[in-house]
């Protein structure tokens, strides 16, 4: 994982092309297929808890996301990590990990 490259989403519009989760077991993963600058990229959040989105529609348009390290915070292991979008708080969750692709 290298949060230096998913910061470059922090502030700037990217299209939610696709939103996958599921139980792998016993612990939720959540996949996010993204386009963002004419690329598509695939992020996916593991050990996910606490998982809500609120009114959107498909693809789902945020302008940046922040992740949010509480790891310093002594916080629950599927806590680690808070994602939350910019905007409206239309997406919002805790991970304990994640990784991202192209």
């Excluded at 695939?42 to 348009?61: D, K, M």
Aim: charged share 25%; glycine share 4%; with cysteine.
């Amino acid at each position: 994982m290298n949060t230096s490259q998913i910061e470059v989403f922090q502030g700037n519009k990217i299209e939610i092309v696709e939103m996958t989760l599921k139980n792998v077991d016993n612990h939720l993963e959540l996949s996010w297929r993204i386009y963002f600058k004419d690329t598509f990229f695939r992020i996916t959040f593991y050990n996910v808890s606490r998982f809500r989105v609120g009114e959107w529609s498909a693809p789902l348009e945020v302008h940046g996301f922040e992740i949010i390290n509480h790891s310093q915070n002594s916080w629950e292991k599927d806590s680690i990590y808070e994602i939350c979008d910019f905007e409206d708080n239309c997406v919002n969750f805790f991970c304990e990990y994640f990784k991202m692709g192209e």
